[in-house]
Structures are given as C-alpha cells and as structure tokens.
C-alpha cells in the first residue's frame, strides 16, 4: 500500500500525517519530523510491516483513544521534543509562556546577578523536565545548578532522558542537572542560605 493509500485509513487526516511520518522517521532513521514533508513520500510504497506499525499506533489512538502524544512517544515544547509517557503530563502550549516569562525574566536580570553566590534552578513537579530544561537550554550558563523535583519515581526516569538528550547536545548543561525524587522540596540538599 502506498503512503497516500494509508492516509485513507485514518479517520482525520491530520492524525494519519502525524503517525505515518512518525513510522517513516523510524524507517529513515531520523528525528527531523519538522523537515521531513509527508507530501513527498505520498507514492512511497510501504512494507507489510511499516503497515502494521501504522495499524498498531492507529488501533491505539482511534480505539484505544491514548492521547496523540503518547502514541507518538513525544511532544514539542519550546522548539524541542519531549519524550513523554503514562507517567508524565503531556507539555501544554500554554506552559511555553510560562518559560518564556522565566526567560526574559532572567535575561533581564542577568547583569544584577550575584555572581558571588550560586544561582539554583528548581523545577518542583517537573514531569516530563520540560520547564526546567527549556530554561536550562536558554539560560544554562547563569546556573551553577538545576533541580529537577518529583515524587514521581517514573516520571524522574523520562525527565532525565530528555535532560541528557536535549542538554548533552547543547555541551556541558546536562553536567549541571540532578533529577531528584522528592514531596516538594524535602529531599532538596541546599538551605535557603545556600
Ligand atoms: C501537572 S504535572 C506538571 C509537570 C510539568 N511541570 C509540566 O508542566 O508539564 C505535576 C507534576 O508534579 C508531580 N507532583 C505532584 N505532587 C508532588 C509533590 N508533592 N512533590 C513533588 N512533585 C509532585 C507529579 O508527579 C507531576 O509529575
């Protein structure tokens, strides 16, 4: 069956554009889905087992109606994608205002900084990592630290994955962040004189 065939199979199109590159990005090896355009694999003929990975993530987000996002196993937050599962919320658009007050906030600040003490981020109820790792990703280089805090055993072991994936590359940032299973602050090692 070819690529334009199996878009038919879905009952919004938007939905079947989405898991059927995500299918082609695994064939191709990739994770550049913002550049790879459906539109010119339309004629691709797919293999019975590209059609069964469709059919499955298909059968999940039609029948099984899991949200788009843990279908694909990501989402995009601030330009970056986050992988997300069952045990993380799913990053909302609106929280991007969120960081981005949190980064012109900082850009703002920066000069009156205190250079003579140390600058902590803390990302309490961190999820998925992606508050505090948008932020670490911008502003990085004004934290001698960062805290990533949840009760949550299962989502730590997500954020630490997307730390480490999307920090590394930016070289060093990653070194800076612990995730950290913790009820709100408590297993925090500073005191607020730290
Ligand atoms: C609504 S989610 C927000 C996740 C992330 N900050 C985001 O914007 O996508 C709240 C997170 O807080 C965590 N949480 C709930 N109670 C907590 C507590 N007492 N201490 C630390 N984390 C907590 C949950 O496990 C969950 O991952």
Same mark, same amino acid.
């Given at each position: 069956m070819r690529v334009k065939d199996a878009l038919g199979l879905f009952e919004d199109n938007y939905v079947g554009r989405k898991l059927i590159l995500h299918v082609l990005e695994l064939l191709l090896h990739t994770e550049k889905s913002i550049g790879l355009d459906i539109f010119l694999y339309l004629e691709y003929d797919l293999s019975d087992a590209l059609l069964d990975e469709i059919e499955r993530l298909r059968y999940e987000y039609e /029948? %099984?109606?899991?949200p788009l996002a843990y279908v694909l196993g990501y989402e995009l937050f601030c330009g970056e994608r986050f992988e997300v599962d069952?045990? /993380? %919320?799913?990053?909302?658009?609106?929280t991007e205002y969120v960081v981005k007050y949190a980064v012109d906030s900082l850009q703002r600040m920066i000069d009156g900084f205190h250079q003579e003490r140390k600058n902590i981020l803390i990302d309490v109820?961190?999820?998925?990592g992606c508050v505090g790792i948008s932020i670490m990703k911008e502003c990085g280089d004004y934290f001698d630290r960062c805290y990533l805090l949840d009760i949550s055993k299962e989502a730590l072991k997500v954020a630490e994955r997307n730390s480490t994936r999307i920090l590394e590359e930016m070289g060093g940032?990653?070194?800076?962040v612990e995730c950290l299973e913790s009820d709100l602050l408590e297993s925090l090692p500073l005191t607020i004189n730290d």
């Open positions: /029948v %099984l109606m899991k069952e045990n /993380v %919320l799913i990053p909302r658009a609106e109820g961190t999820g998925s940032s990653n070194e800076k």
